[in-house]
């Protein structure tokens, strides 16, 4: 069983597109949180959630838009995509908020924008 | 702000033998924890190791071990017995002990080779 799955694996759409990403966590983890890797794989938070409450939002433009229906779901959905959106986005969870708590990514969904 | 700094872009190791991967990094906080992730070409991040800052003594985990030195902030993570699936990028990254503080810190990662 996937401990953190992200669906799709890979996007490509075109410039404007609203897109999706989805994320569940099976673990029973209190925490998820949106990460972006760019280009030069530099990797930097972009939401987190605790108990479906956004704790964190990082300069991220508006369009990005982090919803939680449960505690085991933390999908991302982008509206009126740019070329500059072109990354790996990781979804991760952990058991807590606490700064040492380990983390557990998913396995990443490459966007393509075009 | 704190930031988390790899000055070592590439590295290449034999097989069988060991590689010390650098880090540094800025915080005015005492309390924090360090992490090592590994990302292999399966783009799977997967923490290798963790270090609490208030523990003096040096984490390891199986052929992994870091070199914490707190005065000099100062973290470097050394592989031995090196292995081919250990041919990844590894990041280091630092979190505050108060976990409302921020998030996951990461430095850009240095890509490691092993040659068989």
């Known amino acids: 069983d996937t401990a953190v799955s992200q669906t799709p694996k890979y996007l490509v759409t075109q410039m404007g597109n609203d897109k999706s990403i989805k994320c569940e966590q099976n673990l029973g983890h209190d925490t998820m949180y949106w990460y972006k890797q760019d280009s030069k794989k530099f990797l930097k938070i972009m939401f987190s959630?605790?108990?479906?409450?956004l704790i964190i939002n990082e300069t991220v433009p508006n369009r990005f838009s982090p919803k939680s229906p449960d505690k085991a779901h933390l999908n991302l959905h982008i509206n009126s995509l740019e070329l500059g959106d072109s990354a790996v986005y990781f979804c991760a969870s952990s058991q807590g908020w606490g700064g040492g708590e380990k983390l557990f990514f998913g396995s990443g969904t490459q966007l393509s924008v075009l | 702000a704190q930031t988390v700094t790899q000055s070592q872009p590439e590295m290449s190791v034999q097989e069988a033998e060991t590689v010390t991967l650098s880090c540094t990094y800025d915080?005015?906080?005492?309390?924090?924890?360090l992490f090592w992730y590994k990302q292999p070409p399966s783009r799977q991040m997967i923490l290798v190791i963790r270090?609490?800052?208030?523990?003096?003594q040096n984490a390891t985990e199986n052929r992994f071990s870091v070199n914490f030195q707190k005065a000099a902030k100062s973290f470097s993570l050394k592989i031995s017995d090196s292995q081919l699936g250990d041919a990844a990028m590894y990041f280091c990254?630092?979190?505050?002990?108060?976990?409302?503080?921020?998030?996951?810190?990461f430095g850009k990662g240095t890509k490691l080779s092993v040659k068989p």
């Open positions: 990254a630092y979190r505050s002990a108060q976990g409302s503080q921020g998030n996951l810190i």
């Open positions: 915080t005015s906080e005492s309390d924090y924890y």
């Open positions: 270090q609490e800052a208030y523990k003096q």
């Open positions: 959630y605790n108990n479906k409450e």
